[in-house]
Protein backbone atom coordinates (compact mmCIF):
# COMPACT_ATOMS: atom_id res chain seq x y z
CA UNK A 1 0.00 0.00 0.00
CA UNK A 2 1.02 3.62 -0.55
CA UNK A 3 -0.02 6.13 1.95
CA UNK A 4 0.23 9.92 0.72
CA UNK A 5 -0.02 12.45 3.06
CA UNK A 6 0.65 16.43 3.47
CA UNK A 7 -1.44 18.17 1.33
CA UNK A 8 -3.22 21.04 2.12
CA UNK A 9 -4.46 24.82 1.10
CA UNK A 10 -1.16 27.31 0.34
CA UNK A 11 -0.99 30.53 -0.96
CA UNK A 12 1.38 31.15 -3.68
CA UNK A 13 4.80 30.89 -3.44
CA UNK A 14 4.43 28.99 -0.54
CA UNK A 15 5.72 25.39 0.14
CA UNK A 16 4.18 21.97 1.38
CA UNK A 17 6.12 18.93 1.74
CA UNK A 18 4.09 15.42 0.62
CA UNK A 19 4.68 12.06 2.35
CA UNK A 20 4.03 8.44 0.99
CA UNK A 21 4.81 6.17 3.39
CA UNK A 22 4.71 2.55 1.77
CA UNK A 23 4.13 -1.02 3.61
CA UNK A 24 3.90 -4.46 1.77
CA UNK A 25 6.56 -4.07 -0.56
CA UNK A 26 10.09 -4.48 -0.94
CA UNK A 27 10.56 -0.44 -1.43
CA UNK A 28 14.18 -0.68 -2.61
CA UNK A 29 13.18 -2.55 -5.72
CA UNK A 30 10.70 -0.24 -6.85
CA UNK A 31 11.12 3.20 -9.13
CA UNK A 32 8.98 5.77 -7.10
CA UNK A 33 7.13 8.51 -8.84
CA UNK A 34 4.55 11.71 -8.29
CA UNK A 35 1.70 12.26 -10.08
CA UNK A 36 -0.70 14.90 -10.31
CA UNK A 37 -4.16 15.17 -11.90
CA UNK A 38 -5.94 18.93 -11.53
CA UNK A 39 -9.40 19.51 -12.52
CA UNK A 40 -10.36 18.63 -16.34
CA UNK A 41 -7.07 17.49 -16.76
CA UNK A 42 -4.84 14.27 -17.62
CA UNK A 43 -2.60 12.51 -14.57
CA UNK A 44 0.81 14.46 -15.69
CA UNK A 45 4.58 12.97 -14.38
CA UNK A 46 5.42 15.72 -11.50
CA UNK A 47 8.81 13.62 -10.62
CA UNK A 48 10.47 10.32 -10.38
CA UNK A 49 13.27 9.08 -8.32
CA UNK A 50 15.16 5.15 -9.08
CA UNK A 51 15.46 2.56 -6.62
CA UNK A 52 18.73 1.67 -4.90
CA UNK A 53 21.13 3.52 -2.93
CA UNK A 54 22.60 5.21 -5.44
CA UNK A 55 20.35 7.65 -7.30
CA UNK A 56 22.86 9.99 -8.93
CA UNK A 57 21.11 10.20 -12.64
CA UNK A 58 18.08 8.45 -11.36
CA UNK A 59 15.89 11.63 -10.93
CA UNK A 60 13.96 13.43 -13.08
CA UNK A 61 11.22 16.40 -12.97
CA UNK A 62 8.26 17.68 -15.24
CA UNK A 63 9.21 20.94 -16.94
CA UNK A 64 6.80 22.92 -14.97
CA UNK A 65 8.27 21.89 -11.37
CA UNK A 66 12.13 21.73 -12.23
CA UNK A 67 13.92 24.51 -9.60
CA UNK A 68 10.98 24.12 -7.27
CA UNK A 69 10.08 20.72 -6.21
CA UNK A 70 12.58 18.16 -4.72
CA UNK A 71 11.27 14.40 -4.84
CA UNK A 72 13.71 12.29 -2.27
CA UNK A 73 13.25 9.13 -1.28
CA UNK A 74 14.23 7.20 2.69
CA UNK A 75 14.93 3.83 2.11
CA UNK A 76 15.06 2.43 5.60
CA UNK A 77 12.16 4.46 6.33
CA UNK A 78 10.59 3.17 3.19
CA UNK A 79 8.85 6.86 2.30
CA UNK A 80 9.09 8.54 -1.01
CA UNK A 81 9.12 12.69 -0.19
CA UNK A 82 8.21 15.38 -2.50
CA UNK A 83 9.02 18.94 -1.03
CA UNK A 84 7.24 21.99 -3.07
CA UNK A 85 8.87 25.28 -3.11
CA UNK A 86 7.28 28.58 -4.77
CA UNK A 87 4.01 26.76 -5.08
CA UNK A 88 2.03 28.82 -7.64
CA UNK A 89 -1.72 28.50 -8.80
CA UNK A 90 -1.39 25.86 -11.72
CA UNK A 91 0.29 23.19 -9.11
CA UNK A 92 -3.30 22.86 -7.63
CA UNK A 93 -4.00 19.09 -8.38
CA UNK A 94 -4.32 15.73 -6.64
CA UNK A 95 -1.40 14.50 -5.99
CA UNK A 96 -0.80 10.45 -5.86
CA UNK A 97 2.26 8.67 -5.87
CA UNK A 98 3.35 5.17 -7.43
CA UNK A 99 5.57 2.50 -7.25
CA UNK A 100 6.90 0.36 -10.26
CA UNK A 101 9.09 -2.73 -10.90
CA UNK A 102 8.67 -4.60 -14.14
CA UNK A 103 5.06 -4.63 -14.66
CA UNK A 104 4.30 -3.88 -11.53
CA UNK A 105 2.07 -0.50 -11.19
CA UNK A 106 0.97 0.20 -7.96
CA UNK A 107 -0.72 3.23 -6.92
CA UNK A 108 -1.85 5.20 -3.86
CA UNK A 109 -4.40 7.19 -2.91
CA UNK A 110 -4.06 11.19 -3.82
CA UNK A 111 -3.66 14.00 -1.29
CA UNK A 112 -4.89 17.38 -2.43
CA UNK A 113 -2.56 20.36 -2.99
CA UNK A 114 -4.93 23.50 -3.55
CA UNK A 115 -2.70 26.71 -4.00
CA UNK A 116 -5.33 29.97 -3.91
CA UNK A 117 -5.14 33.40 -1.91
Known amino acids: QLQASGGGLVQPGGSLRLSCETS????????MDWYRQAPGKQRELVASVGKGIRIEGRIKYGDSVKGRFTISRDNAGNTLYLQMNKLEPEDTAVYYC?????????WGQGTLVTVSS
Open 98 to 106: HARWGTVDV
Open 24 to 31: GIIFTKYD
